[in-house]
């Protein structure tokens, strides 16, 4: 779930990039908010790997090719070019029942190992017909079909943002553990150069998030500026934002893209280090380089403009890490 990667906010069209806009106490909450989420969902992520490396969950069998980045770029780039092919065909809602699938299976994905490993409801027994079933896969089920039924039913902005978090965690723990921090740094750099071509040069990624935007899907947080906000009533007007409602700002957006791909190095950097005696240098290194790209990220959003997030944020990732390691081994060689 991480083709969306642009952050922006609400308020203007996509050309409007010649005047900053006013920067108040609400945009520094909801700034201070999305730090908090980051940070938050770095720890989810590094808890949920534990249940997901002793439930043998693991996204890749050879964690330390190097193939699996173009493999796993490949396929962001065909669901994205098919989501995007799919709008253009004004089938919206053929691409909200594409994005609720995924995400119910995301969600059902990460429920299993929490449930039969953390909370030890793994035992099985026979259905009728022979069908083997356990507490941890019905449990699952009921909570992953309950989430997307929620979305679906009441996409208010804080639902959004509970399923699109408890995504993002679970995605950036599974594929932490899958790939080795090689395979991961090297998607890393691919995925900025294609956020940046995306969003500057292309721009069919705010294309896509238009579309996303109303369809109010949970590949993106949406953090409120004020009380009484609705990302319900506002999704049904972004499109027809304009200079003249360009101040208004109601609410600012990020794609879990940008949560997941750094998180990812996080986890990696704590998996394969601790089989390295890497101690917690690198993995630290990795969460303050991730938030030092998040605040250089933050200081264009605040002036208004869309933003590729993910060379500053993977950036960031990538330099923390080095450091950590360099300060834990005297070397930067982690392969």
């Not at 360009?246 to 394969?272: C, I, K, N, Q, W």
């Amino acid at each position: 779930m991480s083709e969306e990667a642009a952050v922006h906010q609400n308020g203007q069209g996509e050309a409007e990039t010649e005047a900053a806009l006013p920067v108040g106490p609400a945009e520094y909450r909801s700034t201070a908010f999305l730090f908090l989420i980051f940070v938050a969902t770095m720890g989810l992520a590094l808890l949920f790997a534990r249940p997901f490396v002793a439930a043998g969950v693991q996204a890749f069998e050879d964690s330390s090719d190097v193939g699996n980045s173009l493999i796993y770029i490949a396929f962001i780039l065909a669901f994205t070019f098919l989501l995007l092919w799919i709008a253009r065909l004004g089938k919206t809602k053929v691409i909200q029942a594409i994005v609720l699938t995924a995400v119910g299976f995301t969600l059902l994905y990460v429920f299993l190992p929490l449930l039969a490993i953390t909370f030890g409801l793994d035992q099985v027994w026979a259905a009728p017909g022979g069908l083997p079933l356990g507490p941890a896969l019905l449990i699952g089920l009921v909570a992953a079909a309950g989430s997307v039924v929620w979305l679906y039913k009441n996409p208010e902005w804080y639902v959004v943002d509970v399923v699109g978090f408890l995504v993002a965690a679970g995605a950036s723990a599974l594929f932490g553990i899958s790939l080795d921090p090689l395979p991961i740094v090297v998607l890393l750099v691919l995925l900025a150069v294609y956020d940046a071509i995306a969003v500057y040069k292309t721009k069919h990624m705010l294309s896509l998030a238009d579309s996303v935007i109303e369809l109010r899907l949970p590949v993106l947080l949406v953090i409120p500026k004020h009380r009484g906000y609705s990302f319900l009533e506002e999704a049904s007007e972004f499109r027809k934002a304009s200079k003249e409602n360009r101040g208004e700002r109601e609410a600012m957006f990020m794609g879990l893209g940008d949560l997941v791909m750094p998180t990812m190095l996080v986890v990696a950097a704590s998996h394969y280090g601790g089989t390295q005696g890497w101690g917690a240098d690198p993995v630290l290194g990795t969460a303050v380089g991730t938030m030092v790209g998040f605040l250089a990220l933050m200081g264009f959003v605040l002036k208004g403009n869309p933003q590729a997030g993910l060379p500053l944020l993977n950036g960031g990732a990538i330099a923390g890490f080095l450091v950590g390691l360099f300060t834990a081994t005297g070397s930067l060689v982690f392969w």
